[in-house]
């Protein structure tokens, strides 16, 4: 029988020993790797969440539409039945849910739309608080890095920390929840004008249209560079795992893939061709 000799015994324990050390050594040498996935990791599931809640109301209504009509037909309504065709059929065909129903709209397919839009009004509020809440959180934890590197001498390190605070503070989805939740605020502070006043009309003005400094332009996504693959991912690996930021769309979350966006910060249509100083063509975007 062959022993090993002691010399490889001696080896093999010290490939072993270092080998452990050098993994616990990269798992905290930078706890800023970690705290930053476990905040991207809830932002993800915040994202998820959302949008399956509205890719539920997208099927839920004419799911709706459905069992309203089977309603009517049991009470014998047929007004209310070819009412309910008729929305069908202009759904089918539009794909969109108006907020405001135009004249000669049913009564019942008036309701089904108002719940509609209150479903999605209250997971996109339901998003918006979610995102700045994990934001806040993962904000303070890096304020509390910040000043235990600077206090340490690590200068170098507290920067870092600040670059990627200002990073999540210019982020197109977290400032997209902040000017939500703020026009929320806005609206239902505002007091309710006299009954006896009459107020006047208001004056609104076409909002202005600038390139996305998210993608600069691209309509792409600024993590995936629009493949909609997370940059992440083990190359050559048969799994796929989805970008976090555009769930693999491949589109930038500021402007939704069209490169520009409003003064309120979401996704907008690109100028027209005629500009208002009447130049052609000016601010419009050729991506091909």
Same mark, same amino acid.
């Given at each position: ?9 001696? =080896? ?13 050594? %990269? ?10 996935? *476990? ?68 009564? %019942?397919?008036?309701? #089904? %739309? ?8 209250? !997971? ?7 995102? #700045?809440? @994990? ?12 000043? *235990?590197?600077?206090?340490? $001498? ?5 920067? /870092? ?18 000017? /939500? ?45 629009? *493949?909609?693959?997370?940059? =992440? ?14 769930? &693999? ?10 490169? @520009?966006?409003?003064?309120? $910060?979401?996704? !907008? ?11 052609? &063509? ?7």
């Amino acid at each position: 029988m062959n022993r090993p000799f002691p010399g490889r015994i001696i =080896h093999a324990c010290f490939v072993a020993v270092f080998l452990v050390s050098q993994g616990a050594a %990269q798992a905290t040498a930078d706890p800023l790797v970690n705290l930053k996935a *476990s905040y991207e990791a809830a932002i993800f599931r915040t994202e998820k969440e959302y949008s399956d809640t509205k890719e539920n109301c997208r099927k839920g209504y004419p799911a709706a539409l459905n069992t309203r009509e089977m309603l009517f037909k049991r009470a014998g309504n047929l007004d209310g039945v070819m009412a309910i065709r008729a929305e069908k059929e202009r759904y089918t065909k539009e794909k969109t849910v108006p907020k405001d129903p135009p004249p000669g709209t049913d009564d %019942q397919v008036k309701v #089904l %739309q108002a719940s509609y839009h209150k479903a999605l009004g209250n !997971a996109e509020l339901k998003h918006n608080k979610a995102i #700045l809440h @994990w934001t806040r959180l993962y904000l303070d934890k890096l304020d509390t890095m910040e000043k *235990s590197l600077t206090k340490a $001498g690590k200068i170098d390190e507290a920067l /870092a920390i600040r670059r990627e605070a200002e990073r999540v503070r210019k982020d197109p989805v977290v400032k997209a929840a902040e000017f /939500a939740m703020a026009d929320i605020k806005a609206a239902t502070a505002a007091p309710a004008a006299p009954a006896t006043q009459t107020p006047p009309t208001p004056t609104v003005a076409a909002p202005a249209v600038s390139r996305c400094t998210a993608c600069d332009g691209t309509g792409k996504c600024d993590r995936c560079n629009g *493949s909609g693959v997370s940059p =992440h991912a083990l190359k050559g690996s048969h799994l796929s795992a989805k970008c976090l930021r555009c769930l &693999g769309s491949g589109k930038c979350k500021a402007c939704q893939g069209t490169g @520009w966006v409003g003064a309120d $910060g979401k996704s !907008a249509a690109p100028p027209a061709a005629h500009g208002e100083d009447g130049k052609r &063509g000016e601010g419009r975007r050729h991506d091909g």
